[in-house]
């Protein structure tokens, strides 16, 4: 068999704890965001569009692209933002397909996709189940706020440029629910797999 499972959730709700869980199950795991960093590297092809884009002041003194800074230029700025996620998402795409690929050659069945933003930019495709972690939103800003060392109210503009967890759980086929212990959240992710097919 193989399967290709889609892991998401929302900020602080817990996706790297479950991530993390996989991977001491020897399960492969593709991390969209390190996906991400990997593909504006010098020398990748979105490298050069982005310098086209954005001109060379984004660049770091090494050359390799200051991507607080571009964070800072698209934060407010709508379409940059939608310009640079233009160049940006291709290329993500396509190195998660060709490791997809990769890893059914090496023989691997389960792979894992840890992709923050799998609903928002409809990547469902991609997968063939979707796992989301979700947290109630008191623990959600409690974490956030304690993990970031931030205000409240800064956990809350954080939580709240989301797409709402709540809405997530509709679009998911299962759901891990991250409230109490992570013991707890291990025994629903091994339930979840076992109703897969998946003895671990
Ligand atoms: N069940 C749990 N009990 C207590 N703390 C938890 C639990 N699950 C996660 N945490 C803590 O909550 C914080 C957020 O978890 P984690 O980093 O796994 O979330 P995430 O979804 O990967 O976040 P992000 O996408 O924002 O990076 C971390 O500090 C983590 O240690």
Same mark, same amino acid.
């Given at each position: ?7 998401? =959730? ?19 795991? #593709? ?33 390799? #692209?200051?991507?607080?800074?571009? =964070? ?9 933002? *939608? ?12 190195? +998660? ?17 840890? #992709? ?9 495709? +991609? ?14 800003? *409690?974490?956030? +706020? ?15 440029? *989301? +797409? ?15 409230? =109490?212990? #992570? ?13 897969? =097919?998946?003895?671990?």
């Amino acid at each position: 068999m193989s399967l290709v499972i889609g892991l998401t =959730g929302g900020i602080a709700s817990g996706k790297s704890t479950v991530s993390n869980m996989f991977k001491e199950m020897n399960i492969l795991v #593709i991390d969209a965001d390190v996906e991400a960093r990997l593909a504006v590297e010098k020398g990748q092809p979105a490298y050069e569009k982005i310098l086209a884009e954005f001109g060379d002041n984004i660049l770091l003194p090494n050359e390799e #692209i200051d991507r607080q800074k571009l =964070g800072s230029i698209i934060f407010h700025r709508s379409e940059k933002r *939608q310009l640079l996620n233009g160049i940006v998402h291709p290329e993500v795409r396509k190195r +998660m397909k060709r490791q997809i690929e990769e890893a059914k050659e090496q023989g691997e069945e389960i792979v894992v996709l840890d #992709i923050p933003l799998l609903f928002e930019s409809k990547l469902m495709y +991609m997968v063939d189940k979707t796992l989301l972690v979700y947290v109630d939103n008191a623990i959600q800003l *409690q974490r956030l +706020m304690a993990r970031n060392h931030l205000s409240k109210q800064e956990a809350e503009a954080r939580i709240q440029s *989301q +797409m709402p967890l709540a809405e997530k759980v509709g679009l998911a086929d299962e759901v891990i629910h991250n409230n =109490g212990a #992570i013991t707890d959240t291990k025994k629903q992710l091994i339930t979840i797999l076992a109703n897969w =097919g998946i003895k671990k």
